[in-house]
Each structure stands twice: as C-alpha cells, then as structure tokens.
C-alpha cells in the first residue's frame, strides 16, 4: 500500500567520503535534503559540501567532532559549532551562495544533559508518552531531570544557538501534537519525527539493537504507527556514512515506494 506523505530528508555525519554518491544519487531522485556536516570532516572534504550547495542541498551544522554536549564544557561546545560554521560559511561562499539559514543538530541528540533530551515532566500528559517512545527508539534516554549544571547548559545552548542566528529547520507542517505542543517546536535545534536507524546496521552497532538487517529497517519504517500519518509532515533521519551508504540509499528508496515524497 502507498500512501501520500510529505517529509523532510536530515542526514547526519556529512561530508562521507560517499557523499557526492548519495547528492548524485537523491539529485537523480528529485530529493531534496539537508546535510548536517562534522566540522572535521568539513575540514577533509569541504569541497563534497560546496558541491552538494551547487545541486540545490542545504547544508547545515552538526558540531566538530561529534562529541556529547553533556560531555563536554558550555565553551567547548559552542567553540565546535562556531568552528563548523566557519566551514559552512567557507563552503557556501565557494559555492557562490550567499543567502542560505543557519541550522544545527546534536551529535547523538545529547543537547546539553544527556538522556534527558527534553524535560520529559514537562510534556502535556497527553503527548509524554509518544515523545518518550520516539526517542528512546534508538538513544538511551533517562527520563529524570540532571542536576542543576546540565539543565542551565542544555538551556544556555539554546540560548547561544539563538543569539548565534540559529533558527529550527523549517517544518511548519509538521503538526503531530506531541511535536507541535512541546519542547520540540520551541528547540533552535534540529529535531526529528522518525529516525530510519540506518547506523544500527553499521558493523560496529549491529546486533545490539532491535533491528539488525536492512530487511528489518524496512519493516520499521512499515510499521511505524506515527509515519503511516498523512495528517503531518515528517522529518526523517539518516545518515551519510560510506560504511551503509547502499543501505541508507535502499532505505530511502523504500520511503518512496511507500509514497514519501521528499521536500524542503
Ligand atoms: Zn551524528
């Protein structure tokens, strides 16, 4: 069965050595996407981002080395996304782009306290349930509040995010209200509504998640009661990562098979 719906394409962990395979590849598929970059890998291959910018992608920030905010100093972090925009800024210049938006995602969705992603007593009662779900769908979340240090850090991030120009991916029609009526509409951050767990089948993670095979993502991405919606929008994850770039890619054709069509 196919099904209409609109989604937005978020790949992490760019530019890969395969990323001009994969801008080749969705360019041929009319997809559009956004690519959240590592500053060190920028720094290899900032050529791959500029050419991605050329083809009509945007290309966005995902810190410098893929450190957890939780892990790390208020100022280092802030000194890995300033040091990737400049690569950013250096890759949309040569590509002769000069309006283009700011946007950031956190390595692991570690936003500054961990497993604690939002303030999960927070929610509205009625929407806690399924953000809990959609996240712990891959990240090990912890559902009680840090000490005091990290919430100030995961709210001061925010705050310098925003006085830094940051702005959330536009996503006006995603509309589910455990999106909609919580702390991920009001995040300068990138956030998502369905990750493929693409990275569950890179050697290194396989078997010690839920899902194993490309054949098992598949059936994931089937069955997966929030992206069967057409009522909202849906922003989806992947990553770019040479090591499942075929994986990723047959992933995604599956999507469009389902009737997922890709816009910014
Ligand atoms: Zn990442």
Known sequence: MTTQRQAYLTIDDSPSTRMDDMVDALSARGVPAIFF?????LALRLESASRAIRKGFIIANHAYNHRRASQISFDEMT???????????????????????????????DRGAGGWIVDYDALPVSCRQDVIRMFADGININLDP?????????????????????TQMPCPDVTF???RQTEMAAAIDAMYTYSTSDWMILPRHKGKWPWASLDDLKAKMDGDQWLQRTDSAHIV?????????DETLALIDHSLGRGIQYKL
């Open 37 to 41: 970059c590592r500053g060190d890998y």
């Open 177 to 179: 209200p455990w999106f």
């Open 79 to 109: 000194q890995e996304i300033a040091d990737t925009q400049n690569l950013i800024d250096q890759a949309y210049a040569s590509a002769g782009v000069s309006n283009y938006q700011r946007h950031f995602r956190f390595p692991h969705m």
């Open 146 to 166: 840090p000490d005091q240090a990290a919430v100030l850090k995961k709210a001061m991030l925010q705050d310098w995010l925003k006085a830094s120009g940051f």
């Open 237 to 245: 994850l992947a990553h770019d990562n040479a090591e499942i770039h």
